[in-house]
């Protein structure tokens, strides 16, 4: 169904009805934000659906479409504010309180670089990539998995425990040591180095 110019930057809140809050609905959905049933009624779901689009984008998060939340609907792809230059050595060393500050200085711009890269450059994205790596490597230097009785059999070769492991995409004697945990968040198996 097409929309006119006019419907879709219509100020919609919670409350309005109709064709727009349906194109409304519609868009959301498009850029994975559920905003429960398309019914063409501004909801409780639909008002919490867009604010979380509009957080996501960078916009004000008032739960109202206007004119920037429409053009932001309406682009195909959503480029998110870049934040890598607000994580410098001296932030991330206070995250990173018991790790050598050399290690930051080293890993921290080629982590940074990866991610704006990858498109996952905004302020949140950053944050949960900085807290899995302080949860795997609070060093902040990327390791290598250490055998333990979790990943090795007593008198087995080492990693045996992860060799045929399906669940990782394991499959033969050996796939255990070769795709053992290493990197930063311990990436582990087959399927997980191939994704």
Avoid: C
Wanted: aromatic content about 10%; cysteine-free; glycine content about 10%.
């Amino acid at each position: 169904m097409k929309y006119s110019v006019r419907e879709v930057s219509t100020l919609l809140k919670q409350g309005s009805s109709g064709a727009a809050v349906v194109t409304l609905q519609n868009k959301l959905q498009e850029h994975d934000f559920n905003p429960g049933t398309i019914d063409g009624i501004f909801g409780n779901d639909t008002k919490k659906a867009l604010i979380a689009f509009q957080k996501s984008v960078g916009l004000t998060p008032d739960g109202i479409a206007g004119k920037n939340t429409w053009a932001a609907l309406n682009t195909k792809e959503i480029k998110l504010p870049v934040a890598t230059s607000l994580f410098t050595v001296d932030a991330v060393s206070q995250m990173f309180y018991d790790a050598p500050r050399r290690n930051i200085e080293k890993y921290l711009p080629a982590v940074l670089k990866s991610l704006e890269k990858l498109g996952l450059g905004d302020r949140q994205m950053i944050l949960m990539a900085l807290s899995t790596i302080r949860a795997e490597s609070a060093g902040f230097a990327p390791i290598s998995e250490f055998q333990s009785k979790y990943n090795t059999t007593p008198g087995k070769h080492a990693f045996n425990r992860y060799d045929f492991r399906s669940d990782i995409g394991n499959g033969a004697v050996g796939d255990g040591a070769k795709y053992k945990g290493r990197g930063f968040i311990q990436l582990t198996g087959k399927a997980n180095y191939r994704t």
